[in-house]
C-alpha cells in the first residue's frame, strides 16, 4: 500500500519563506503531486515531479528526491492568500489514481 | 470553459435514508474520481471511472456505497441506508485523456453530506 506522512500544520509570516515537507513509503514509485487548498474550496493543483530535483513555478517550487523518498513544497514571498492546507499525493501503479496525504495546513500572519 | 460541477452543493438527510450525489466532469475527461473528505481530512479514495468503466472501486467503504458513470460523462455516487459516520463532504474530479494527465485532477466544489 501507499503512506505519505506531512506535518499537521505549519505557521509563517507574510514575506517569508516555508517548507512543506512530504515523504511517502510506495510500493513503486511514479511520481508526486502537490494540491493546495482553501478552507471550503476545492482541492487545486500546484504541480508534480516524477524525477529528482527542483521544479518552478512562480513562488511556488516543488523538490522530489526518489532516493529519499521525499519531497518537499516551497513557498516563496508568503501572502495572507497562501493560507490554506496543501497535499501531497503519490501516483499510484498503473498510472490511474493518487493517494493523498492528510495535509498540512498554513497559516500566514501579518 | 466549465469546470466541474457538483449537485446538490449541500445534502441534510435523515440516518437510513438514501442520497444520490452528482458530478458533471469537464467535457472530453475520459477518468473520473469521487473522493470522500471528513472534516480536517485528508482526502480518502472512494472510486475510479475509465470512460463508463470503474477499473478500480477499491475505496468504497461499504456495499452501501454504489457508483455509476453514463455517456462517458455524468456520474452519480449513490449511498443506501445512509449512517451519521457517512456525514463528509464528497468530492469528485476529472482529468484528461492520457495516463500522463492522471497526477493533475480537477476537483468539483463538493457535496457537503449530513446526516441526521
Known amino acids: 500500500g501507499q503512506s505519505l506522512e506531512q506535518p499537521s500544520e505549519v505557521t509563517a509570516v507574510e514575506g517569508a519563506i516555508v517548507q512543506i515537507n512530504c515523504t511517502y513509503q510506495t510500493s513503486g514509485f511514479y511520481g508526486l503531486s502537490w494540491y493546495q487548498q482553501h478552507d471550503g474550496g476545492a482541492p487545486t493543483f500546484l504541480s508534480y515531479n516524477a524525477l529528482d530535483g527542483l521544479e518552478e513555478t512562480g513562488r511556488f517550487s516543488s523538490f522530489l528526491s526518489r532516493s529519499d523518498s521525499y519531497g518537499y513544497l516551497l513557498l516563496q514571498e508568503l501572502q495572507m492568500k497562501d493560507s490554506a492546507s496543501y497535499f501531497c499525493?503519490?501516483?499510484?501503479?498503473?498510472?490511474?489514481?493518487?493517494?493523498f496525504g492528510k495535509g498540512t495546513m498554513l497559516l500566514v500572519s501579518p | 470553459g466549465a469546470g466541474v460541477s457538483q449537485s446538490p452543493s449541500n445534502k441534510v438527510t435523515e440516518k437510513g435514508k438514501d442520497v444520490e450525489l452528482r458530478c458533471d466532469p469537464i467535457?472530453?475527461?475520459?477518468?473520473l474520481y469521487w473522493y470522500r473528505q471528513s472534516l480536517g481530512q485528508g482526502l480518502e479514495f472512494l472510486i475510479y471511472f475509465q470512460g463508463n468503466s470503474a477499473p478500480d472501486k477499491s475505496g468504497l467503504p461499504s456495499d452501501r456505497f454504489s457508483a455509476e458513470r453514463t455517456g462517458g460523462s455524468v456520474s452519480t455516487l449513490t449511498i443506501q441506508r445512509t449512517q451519521q459516520e457517512d456525514s463528509a463532504v464528497y468530492l469528485c474530479?476529472?482529468?484528461?485523456?492520457?495516463?500522463?494527465?492522471?497526477?493533475?485532477?480537477?476537483f468539483g466544489p463538493g457535496t457537503r453530506l449530513t446526516v441526521t
Open positions: 474530479a476529472s482529468s484528461p485523456p492520457g495516463a500522463q494527465n492522471v497526477y493533475e485532477q480537477y
Open positions: 499525493a503519490v501516483l499510484n501503479s498503473g498510472y490511474s489514481t493518487l493517494t
Open positions: 467535457s472530453g475527461h475520459t477518468a
